[in-house]
Nanobody, 123 residues
Framework: QVQLVESGGGLVQAGGSLRLSCAAS????????MGWFRQAPGKEREFVAG????????YYADSVKGRFTISRDNAKKTQYLQMNSLKPEDTAVYYC????????????????WGQGTQVTVSS
């Protein structure tokens, strides 16, 4: 079993920055992809960013390209999401996800999920 714990969320003014972290623990075998998803009130969960085991393949949602940067440290079993130039529409609960396999933009293929961390951007 794998556990994912997010941290780094909070309240920030528009234009500000936050850095989310997600630490994995438990039995992680071989290579795995990691991703970030978010869900705003009244909306469906959406893909934000994903990164392959090697870090060579990275995907971003169009809405965050150029503002968010995903990275990972395999030795620490941790991934990060640096969020800059935050906008009120970025307000959501952000979820960390892990997939045993290749990176993908569909949340349906991820095997493990964190509990989420709230990000609130005030205007």
């Amino acid at each position: 079993q794998v556990q994912l714990v997010e941290s780094g969320g909070g309240l920030v003014q528009a234009g500000g920055s936050l850095r989310l972290s997600c630490a994995a623990s438990g039995r992680t075998f071989g290579s795995y992809a990691m991703g970030w998803f978010r869900q705003a009130p009244g909306k469906e969960r959406e893909f934000v960013a994903g990164i392959s085991w090697s870090g060579e393949i990275i995907y971003y949602a169009d809405s965050v390209k150029g503002r968010f940067t995903i990275s990972r440290d395999n030795a620490k079993k941790t991934q990060y999401l640096q969020m800059n130039s935050l906008k009120p529409e970025d307000t959501a609960v952000y979820y960390c996800a892990l997939r045993i396999g290749t990176v993908d933009v569909s949340g349906a293929v991820y095997n493990y999920w964190g509990q989420g961390t709230q990000v609130t951007v005030s205007s």
